[in-house]
C-alpha cells in the first residue's frame, strides 16, 4: 500500500516537561512547539496520546519521502 511508507510532521503546543514527556526520544523545545514525525500507520494514536496528554495541534504537514530508482 502506498500509505505504509508516508509519515506527517506534527507541530503540537502546550505539552509540558513531566514523568510522561521524560520518555519521549524527543525534548521539549523551550518555545513550547514540538514537531513530532509519524508515520500514517500510527497516525490516529498518535493524535490521540497528544490529546491525552493536553497537546494542542498547532500544524500537520506531509513528509514527501524520496526513494531512488537504482
Do not use: A, C, D, W
Not at 494514536?45 to 493536553?54: A, P, T
Request: aromatic share 8%; no cysteine; net charge positive.
Amino acid at each position: 500500500m502506498v500509505y505504509q511508507s508516508r509519515s506527517f510532521q506534527v507541530e503540537v503546543s502546550g505539552l509540558h516537561q513531566n514523568e510522561v514527556t521524560n520518555q519521549n526520544n524527543y525534548p521539549i523545545r523551550s518555545s513550547g512547539s514540538v514537531f513530532i514525525t509519524v508515520p500514517f500507520s500510527r497516525f490516529n494514536e498518535e493524535l490521540q496520546r497528544i490529546n491525552r496528554l493536553g497537546g494542542k495541534i498547532v500544524n500537520i504537514q506531509p513528509l514527501n519521502l524520496q526513494i531512488g530508482e537504482n
